[in-house]
């Protein structure tokens, strides 16, 4: 399914500021939260929708690579999967990218937030980027270098995010429970720490290359094998390839989706091809042997005295493999019947003495058709 522009979906328009665009993620996030929106599917795929336009819009480079060329700006930038992500992680995500102190808490509001980074070892999050192939390589499988760019350990600090020599301090303000309590007596509302964003832990010297985040941009290179008779959408999963856990956690996976090159004369359906063909209505009314486009060059087809316009004919095994059976489908000829659109003073004249041959049983189907309008219009007047 095409994805939305990111302004549409936020509700802002191009010139919309920072601030702009953080109001108006955290008006649509609180609307379709699925604490709200209970068992609500589409609430769920909307609120993933808006965090990935957020993603995109309120990060500078990102934001400018849409602006110029759109969806396809941020391909091999290392996109997050947020259609195959649980919602419950979106939360941690902002905080490791944006540093944002608690940005969820005025959405959830004294509940706490749910998805407060927890102590253990968490997965990292998984990446999606797209893999173009032709034709040819969905007919006979491939084998392609994938180049992006993710979030990946700092090297400077190993990851902890805090300076050489130097070590997180506990908090503070919920003493490394990473928990606050507001009020007394009876009622009382726990929330994620503001201070430390509920990991207990402050960095008092935070590391200079990733400014204490722990992660920093990095490209990355994998090469994948695609197996025959992939689909336009599908995904190809490269395990491990996303971005690292927190606390020694496994890495993500990176998610690659197919998009088929459109070929110059060859349309897929399903597991069969399709060739529109055009001939002259000589070649159709006397018959012929032309040239058709395949996906191992052209090949010859017999074209039978008297074809008529829309034609179909079918050349076994010329398709595209099926992925689970490996059954190949057939390649279909449309043919569609050209009328000159210019004629010399000798063909006029032969065309002219041709029709005075002909008869209705030369085309049958004028011959019916005419008959049906006749007696329709005649027992409707």
Not at 221 to 240: F, T
Request: glycine share 12%; proline share 5%.
């Amino acid at each position: 399914m095409a994805k939305r522009d990111y302004y549409e979906v936020l509700g802002v328009g191009k010139s919309a500021s920072t601030d702009d665009i953080k109001r108006a993620y955290r008006r649509r996030a609180m609307k379709y939260h699925p604490d709200k929106n209970p068992d609500d599917k589409e609430a769920e795929a909307r609120f993933k929708e808006c965090a990935e336009a957020y993603e995109v819009l309120s990060d500078h480079e990102k934001r400018s690579r849409y602006d110029r060329f759109g969806h396809e700006g941020l391909r091999g930038i290392g996109m997050r999967d947020y259609t195959h992500m649980r919602w419950q992680d979106i939360g941690s995500i902002f905080e490791d990218i944006f540093g944002f102190d608690d940005f969820f808490s005025g959405i959830f509001g004294g509940r706490g937030r749910k998805t407060a980074r927890r102590a253990g070892p968490t997965r990292g999050y998984d990446l999606e980027t797209t893999v173009e192939l032709t034709l040819n390589d969905i007919a006979q499988g491939a084998e392609k270098t994938i180049e992006f760019t993710r979030q990946d350990i700092c090297s400077e600090c190993s990851g902890t995010g805090c300076a050489r020599g130097t070590k997180p301090e506990r908090c503070t303000t919920c003493g490394g429970t990473g928990r606050v309590a507001r009020g007394g007596g009876l009622f009382q509302m726990v929330s994620t720490c503001p201070q430390c964003r509920g990991s207990g832990q402050i960095i008092t010297s935070p590391c200079k290359k990733c400014k204490g985040t722990g992660r920093v941009p990095k490209k990355r290179s994998v090469s994948i094998k695609i197996p025959p008779g992939v689909h336009e959408g599908q995904g190809i999963r490269a395990a491990n390839e996303g971005e690292p856990g927190r606390g020694g956690g496994p890495r993500g996976d990176l998610y690659c989706y197919v998009r088929i090159k459109p070929h110059e004369f060859l349309q897929r359906d399903g597991n069969d091809l399709i060739a529109t063909v055009p001939i002259s209505f000589t070649q159709a009314a006397l018959g012929t042997t032309i040239e058709v486009p395949s996906l191992n060059g052209t090949r010859g087809l017999k074209i039978p005295p008297g074809t008529q316009f829309g034609s179909i004919f079918r050349i076994k095994g010329q398709g595209l493999p099926n992925i689970r059976t490996h059954r190949t489908g057939d390649q279909l000829v449309q043919i569609i019947i050209e009328t000159p659109a210019k004629l010399n003073a000798k063909q006029r004249e032969l065309l002219r003495e041709f029709a005075k041959t002909e008869n209705k049983t030369v085309s049958p189907q004028s011959r019916r058709f005419f008959e049906k309008l006749k007696k329709y219009f005649g027992n409707n007047r």
